[in-house]
Nanobody
Framework: QVQLVESGGGSVQAGDSLRLSCEAS????????IGWVRQAPGKMREFVAA????????YYEDSVKGRFTISKDNAKNSVYLQMNGLKSEDTAIYYC?????????????WGQGTQVTVSS
């Protein structure tokens, strides 16, 4: 059974930092991208950042470039999202997802989500 388990969310002040973790299990993720997708209240899910499991190539949504960093630890089968300089507009539920195609809305696997709340 494939599982993506997120942790690390919380409530912080604007300008603070948080580190989200996603522990993946249940299959090999070679050939997959592992990424983060967020959903703010009343809005559609939005891609944030992703990393190719095999090559470690990363890419980001424009609004988080320079503030967020995605990384992985093969030994722990985990992906991390380091979020610095948080803004109130970063408030959302953050989901870890695994994808082989190009459409994050159709990712094959999803975690349960972790809440990030940023107060200004």
């Amino acid at each position: 059974q494939v599982q993506l388990v997120e942790s690390g969310g919380g409530s912080v002040q604007a300008g603070d930092s948080l580190r989200l973790s996603c522990e993946a299990s249940g299959r090999s993720f070679a050939g997959y991208q592992i990424g983060w997708v967020r959903q703010a209240p009343g809005k559609m899910r939005e891609f944030v950042a992703a990393i190719y499991w095999s090559s470690a190539v990363t890419y980001y949504e424009d609004s988080v470039k320079g503030r967020f960093t995605i990384s992985k630890d093969n030994a722990k089968n985990s992906v991390y999202l380091q979020m610095n300089g948080l803004k109130s507009e970063d408030t959302a539920i953050y989901y870890c997802a695994a994808l082989t195609g190009g459409n994050w809305y159709a990712a094959e696997y999803w975690g349960q989500g972790t809440q990030v709340t940023v107060s200004s």
